[in-house]
């Protein structure tokens, strides 16, 4: 994955998967030296079939109230 046009950096990468319900899927993870840790993420295909949702979840804190 790409961004900062136009100088093209590398953050994260895709790969394809599919659930066990037999839906295909990419998950991801981004990654960045300003990031305090990787974020791992799935896009799935909408059921409309025209848009994508981005899942992902912020890690919990270790030590957090």
Request: aromatic fraction near 10%; charged fraction near 25%; glycine fraction near 10%.
């Amino acid at each position: 994955m790409l961004c900062g046009a136009p100088h093209n950096t590398e953050i994260g990468a895709a790969w394809s998967k599919q659930s066990n319900e037999g839906r295909n899927y990419l998950g991801l993870k981004l990654d960045d030296p300003s990031f305090t840790a990787p974020i791992y993420a799935n896009l799935v295909e909408d059921e409309d079939g025209q848009n994508y949702s981005l899942i992902w979840s912020r890690p919990s804190r270790r030590g957090a109230e």
